[in-house]
C-alpha cells in the first residue's frame, strides 16, 4: 500500500533493488544524476545488505533572469569575506526597476526569473552586522511580514556570481525536531513494511550557480525589525560585497525552493 500511494499520490519511480550488490548504489546514483541535469552525481556511497528502503527525492531549477546582467559590465570587485579578509571577485552590475526592502537590519532586493512568478530574494545584513544576527531574526512570522513590505523602486544591483555545492547529514536536526524515535528501535513503520525497521540516515545534497543569465540550482535528499520610512524617489543602491542570505521564491504560492547563506563566493 505505502509504494502503492507513493506511485498514485507522487508519481514516485519504485524500483526493487539488491542492497547486497555495490550496483544498487549505482543505480541510486543514476536517477539522481539523471533528475538534476547532471548537478548532483552521488547520493548514496554504499548499500548494504540489511538496508531495508531508500527513499530519494530530488529536485532541478534553472531559472533565467526577467532581464539578464551585462557580462560586460561585470568587474572585480573586493568581497569582504569577515573582518578585513578580502577577496577579488566578479561582480555583476545592473539598473532598473525592482522590488525592494530595507530597514534598520538589512537591505533587501527580488530578481525576477522569466515571466516573474519565480524571484531569487537577496538580503544584506548592514555594515556592522552580520549573517548570525539577521538568523536571529529569520523566523516564519517576520518572513511573511517582510515579503509584504517589498515595493517596486528604481535601482542598482552588484551581485557577486556564486556556485557552491552542499551536503549534510539531517540526522541530528530530525532528532532535534522531535523524530528521534524513528531513529531507534522503537520506531513504528507498520504502515510501510510488517518488518522491524528505523531510519539510519537522512542526507540532503544541493548545488546552486548564480550569473550573469540566471540561476541554475538542484537538490537531492535521502532518507537510510522595524520598517523604516525611505523616500520613493530615491533610487536604491545595494552592494552585495560581503555575507548574505538568500532564497528562490514562488511569488505567487509563496513557497521557498530554496535557501542559504553566502559567505565566500
Known amino acids: 500500500k505505502f509504494l502503492k500511494n507513493n506511485q498514485e499520490f507522487y508519481d514516485a519511480e519504485v524500483t526493487e533493488l539488491d542492497f ?25 556511497d554504499r548499500t548494504q545488505g540489511d538496508d531495508l528502503l531508500f527513499l530519494i527525492n530530488a529536485i532541478y531549477f534553472k531559472g533565467s533572469w526577467t532581464r539578464e546582467f551585462d557580462k560586460n ?4 570587485q573586493p568581497f569582504y569575506i569577515s573582518g578585513l579578509t578580502q577577496k577579488q571577485h566578479p561582480m555583476m552590475y ?5 522590488k525592494y526592502y530595507e530597514n534598520d537590519a538589512f537591505q533587501a532586493v527580488s530578481i525576477p526569473y522569466g515571466k516573474e512568478r519565480l524571484s531569487l530574494y537577496v538580503f544584506l545584513p548592514r555594515e556592522g552586522s552580520s549573517l548570525a544576527e539577521f538568523k536571529q531574526q529569520l523566523t516564519a ?10 515595493k517596486s523602486r528604481d535601482g542598482s544591483i552588484r551581485l ?39 531510519i539510519s540516515q537522512v542526507k540532503h545534497k544541493t548545488f546552486v550557480e548564480v550569473n550573469e543569465e540566471g540561476t541554475e540550482a538542484a537538490a537531492a535528499t535521502s532518507i537510510g525589525i522595524v520598517s523604516t520610512s525611505i523616500s520613493i524617489d530615491q533610487p536604491f543602491n545595494i552592494v552585495v560585497n560581503r555575507p548574505f542570505f538568500c532564497s528562490v521564491r514562488d511569488n505567487k504560492t509563496g513557497a521557498i525552493l530554496f535557501m542559504g547563506s553566502i559567505v565566500e563566493p
Open 73 to 76: 559590465k561585470t568587474s572585480n
Open 141 to 150: 512570522e517576520n518572513w511573511l511580514q517582510w515579503m509584504k513590505e517589498f
Open 94 to 98: 545592473q539598473y532598473g526597476k525592482y
Open 20 to 44: 547486497s550488490s555495490a550496483k544498487a548504489a549505482t543505480k541510486i546514483n543514476r536517477w539522481v544524476k539523471n533528475n538534476t541535469n547532471g548537478k548532483i552525481k552521488t547520493i548514496v
Open 160 to 198: 557577486p556570481r556564486f556556485k557552491f555545492e552542499y551536503d549534510i547529514k539531517l540526522n541530528d536536526s530530525l532528532k532535534a525536531l522531535g523524530m528521534d524515535v524513528a531513529f531507534t528501535d522503537n520506531a513504528d513503520f507498520s504502515n510501510l513494511t510488517s518488518e522491524s525497521a528505523a
